[in-house]
């Protein structure tokens, strides 16, 4: 058992397992199965699944090798059931990292690929810290660091809002969110995401449209709400 309260939806492993996921959103997958054996087990049903429809598709007769394939995987009985093996190994030195306010936080093996394209660390208000990460396609992910006792203030999304904790927690007006946990948000919720005193938070998040502030002078940064989304 983990700790892990927040999942991704079955919507979103499923095109994940289908290989339809864009490829931020893929990586955010990856991160969070890293962490979580439940969501794992998930993903392995559900590639199952897909196998099986495919092999009952109707149409072009599979060739000898393909059904041969099919055949492979669908007998497989002692299957591992992450889709990629090397989750089972311990954080290693040639894991990449990432150093923020002189903390060195290893980072999920999801991105031993993608380590070049995690740009600087950039400061926003609040005591919050940015780094983009260049993944291409529509939407902005960020690797976003709240300091200990610092809060993003109160806002709304004008869609789709993606979190996943990846080293210590923060707290909003509804949970505490930790290691793993894999929050979505979109324009019906109005949060104020915060750290407690003495407790600091690692996040990659995933935008898909700038955020929009709702409370008093923080409404102010509307203009600057583009900084959260590039
Ligand atoms: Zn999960």
């Keep these: ?10 919507d979103i492993l499923a095109c994940y397992a289908n290989g339809t996921l864009d490829p931020a959103a893929s990586i955010l997958i990856n991160a969070h199965l890293e962490l ?20 009952r598709m109707p149409g072009e007769p599979m060739t000898d090798v393909l059904s041969a394939m099919m055949q492979h995987i669908l007998t497989q009985t002692d299957r591992d059931t992450t889709p990629f ?6 954080v290693s030195a040639s894991n990449p990292t990432l150093t923020v306010n002189g903390k060195v936080f290893p980072l999920p093996r999801a991105f031993k690929a ?40 109160q806002h709304t999304h004008q869609g789709q809002e993606i979190t ?4 210590g927690e923060f707290v909003d007006e509804n949970n505490t969110y930790l290691p ?11 949060h104020t995401p915060k750290t407690r005193p003495g407790m600091d938070c690692l996040c990659l ?20 709400s583009q900084l959260f989304f590039r």
């Design 1 to 10: 058992m983990t700790d892990i309260r927040f999942h991704p939806n079955t």
């Design 36 to 55: 979580c054996p439940h969501c794992r087990q998930h993903v392995a049903q559900l590639e199952d699944h897909e196998a099986q429809s495919l092999a």
């Design 85 to 90: 093996a090397a989750h089972r190994e311990p």
């Design 114 to 153: 993608h380590a070049d394209q995690i740009g600087p660390w950039t400061r926003l208000p609040g005591h919050l810290k940015r780094a983009h990460v260049a993944t291409g396609g529509e939407s902005q992910m960020n690797f976003i660091y709240m300091d200990c006792d610092s809060a993003l203030p």
């Design 164 to 167: 996943l904790v990846l080293a």
């Design 180 to 190: 793993g946990d894999f929050i979505v948000r979109t324009p019906a919720h109005t």
């Design 205 to 224: 998040t995933l935008l898909d449209a700038p955020l929009h502030f709702t409370s008093g002078l923080a409404t102010l940064l509307n203009p600057f």
